[in-house]
């Protein structure tokens, strides 16, 4: 065993690059199965981060389905979610031909791909306006010629959605009124799902000014042949009751997932009747509802129930309602996102602080994985990769901040002293750190610097009432926990008092630079973040455009809570350097914002660097941005830790620029 050289953190060397981690990955999403045969979308950072639909055949052969330039993406709610859908053709023979549905980003209009040929021919009109209607969450409807989809129309500034049937022929993209509009009346809608034989529908729905892990609707209808549907009532949920993720057990009785007993459990309900807890648990059944179409749990023809469960990880289980009990399943991969099943097969996307994100096929009797498709072809020596250590450190006023700790790791190096550490803020603010492995964090890791990623107050995965710690409180609870972790670091002589970092993208970013008051942090880097809640409230998108009444307060009554937790206007209270890395086409967050903010900075003089990306949205997915991000955020910590430039790094400039700490 060689001896580990000792070398100041920040200068140790490692083979885990920036181009490699950004051109190697490729983002894996909504599986789906038939039999032997496996679809899933996949986004390439290596083609600008074009999402394409894979196909995986009985015999293990993989097709790309989608040659460029199409790409599988939806924008409803502007986050999308499952964009395309495996549907049944019948070839001269009879014989079931299984072709894709997809949604295609630049316009956003529906086609269809039949099994064999490469030409796309659309199922909708063309909008009046680029993009102007959208869908997404398709699924087959029982007569198997017709897909049902949330469809979201956009009029000027006026946004509505609907729950419609489109025909499998083709005919409404020159006929418009082939569309059959099922369900209307509400602000959102999400999972349509028929019953078995085809007479009913149940859907979730929601109104402005409550988010889907707020408040939720479950609703039944009847679905006759031709109109609208019937009938509809409400089976379970109301303004603080969130409710998510109907699935049908036979044609009177339904599966969903409700957090009235604050806790995202699994309930049945009959259509006429009341519900059942299936598992009561201080327990997640689900990830938080950011995008359409994610499947937490599937419903298997022996009546057994595959379910996703824990906390901010996801594991999977298997739940007999015969006996009650949920048995782990495939203990090996702790953090799994979405299922899917045809009654028989399971498949998924799973991961582990070790194993990256995989589509992976189930045994729902042994538990046993099999591996269809990787996120990554190679990954590095697992001595390289830091083993998250999940704990629970302690906040302010005796609360409790949940956080997963990955320390420096090197196998031939060490450092002297408590070493650098940065705090990472997920986004959301309704979001979650996972353990899963995340080559963004061994990047870091690797060259001696530490991660406390913190799942601060209004996380999802520890329950209704962590969730709620945020109400009216964004940009106070999620700092003060986030100074919290870093302290607590520094308590136990893990990390370096002088050398802290703090770090977030989107919600995280607001955080990060309100955080960057306090006397705790050396510097701080914003990804996209929100510099102007105002602004913000005015500009953004129709999903997440009365967010803030929740987690702030309803306008105009709270402008001035707006004005003082704005980092926009709290910049003269920011004396270290920060970094600013922004898509120049965020429609979430506007690039002015970012703009603005380095303006002020630099009228302060306060070392800074704005780095804007073109064509880059709200989060980034070609690979040259994200290797040129990571390569600038090292440099920069480098930079104001120690006055260096770390090996192999381009230097970074900062505007108005300082000596190092």
């Not at 689900?286 to 499947?295: D, F, I, N």
Request: hydrophobic fraction near 35%; charge should be negative; glycine fraction near 8%.
């Amino acid at each position: 065993m060689n001896e580990r050289v000792i070398l100041p953190y920040g200068s140790w060397s490692s083979p885990i690059a920036a181009a490699d981690i950004a051109h190697g990955a490729t983002r894996l999403g909504f599986p789906s199965v038939v039999a032997d045969e496996t679809w899933w979308e996949e986004s390439r950072p290596d083609e600008d981060g074009r999402t394409t639909v894979m196909h995986r055949a009985a015999d293990g052969t993989v097709t790309d389905l989608l040659p460029a330039p199409w790409n599988a993406r939806t924008r409803v709610h502007e986050y999308g979610g499952r964009s395309y859908l495996p549907v049944p053709r019948r070839d001269d023979k009879a014989l079931t031909r299984w072709g894709i549905v997809f949604a295609n980003h630049s316009d956003q209009r529906l086609y269809l791909l039949e099994k064999g040929s490469r030409e796309p021919r659309p199922l909708t009109p063309e909008p009046p306006a680029p993009a102007a209607l959208r869908y997404a969450d398709p699924v087959l409807a029982p007569d198997r010629k017709h897909v049902i989809c949330v469809r979201e129309r956009h009029n000027g500034t006026t946004v509505t959605r609907d729950i419609v049937s489109v025909p499998l022929s083709g005919r409404a993209a020159d006929t418009p009124s082939a569309i059959r509009v099922l369900v209307t009346g509400a602000d959102f809608f999400a999972s349509p799902t028929p019953s078995p034989d085809g007479t009913k529908l149940a859907w979730i729905s929601w109104d402005h000014p409550r988010m889907p892990w707020n408040g939720t609707q479950l609703r039944v209808a009847d679905l006759p042949a031709t109109g609208p549907v019937t009938t509809p009532r409400v089976l379970r949920g109301g303004i603080r009751e969130s409710v998510l993720h109907p699935r049908w057990r036979d044609n009177d009785t339904l599966y969903f997932l409700s957090d009235w007993s604050g806790w995202w459990n699994l309930y049945e309900t009959r259509t006429q009747g009341q519900a059942l807890a299936l598992f009561p648990d201080e327990a997640e059944f689900t990830p938080p509802p950011w995008q359409l179409g994610t499947t937490p749990y599937c419903v298997l023809d022996n009546g057994q129930i595959i379910t996703l469960h824990g906390h901010a990880d996801l594991a999977a289980g298997r739940y007999d309602p015969a006996t009650a009990d949920l048995t782990p399943l495939a203990p090996s991969l702790t953090t799994w996102h979405t299922l899917d099943s045809d009654g028989t097969t399971v498949v998924g996307i799973a991961a582990s602080p070790t194993e990256p994100a995989a589509l992976v096929r189930l045994n729902p009797d042994t538990g046993a994985t099999t591996v269809l498709r990787r996120s990554l072809d190679t990954t590095p020596t697992i001595d390289l990769l830091p083993r998250p250590r999940t704990t629970t450190l302690p906040g302010r006023y005796g609360s409790t901040v949940h956080a997963n700790i990955y320390p420096p790791t090197n196998p031939d190096f060490d450092g002297e002293g408590p070493a650098p550490y940065v705090v990472w803020v997920h986004g959301g603010p309704t979001g979650a750190a996972t353990t899963a492995l995340d080559l963004h964090k061994a990047y870091f890791t690797s060259r001696g610097i530490g991660i406390v990623d913190v799942n601060y107050g209004g996380s999802t995965g520890y329950g209704r009432a962590y969730r709620e710690r945020l109400d009216g409180q964004w940009g106070v609870v999620d700092v003060e926990d986030a100074v919290a972790a870093a302290q607590a670091l520094v308590d136990q002589g893990l990390a370096d008092p002088a050398r802290l970092a703090i770090r977030g993208g989107s919600a995280g970013g607001l955080t990060t630079l309100l955080a960057l008051t306090q006397d705790v942090f050396a510097c701080g880097v914003s990804y996209y973040g929100v510099t102007d809640l105002l602004r913000l409230a005015q500009e953004t998108h129709d999903f997440e455009s009365r967010y803030l009444d929740t987690i702030i307060g309803g306008l105009p009554g709270y402008t001035a809570t707006y004005r003082e937790r704005s980092p926009i206007n709290r910049a003269a209270e920011i004396t270290v350097p920060v970094l600013l890395l922004q898509g120049a086409d965020d429609p979430v967050v506007p690039p002015d914002q970012a703009r603005a903010l380095a303006a002020t900075l630099h009228e302060r003089g306060i070392p800074h660097a704005l780095v804007e990306f073109d064509g880059e949205s709200h989060g980034f997915r070609r690979a040259d941005t994200i290797a040129t991000a990571l390569e600038r955020e090292l440099a920069f910590y480098c930079k104001v830790f120690f006055g260096f430039t770390p090996p192999g790094v381009p230097p970074i400039e900062l505007t108005d620029p300082a000596p190092p700490a």
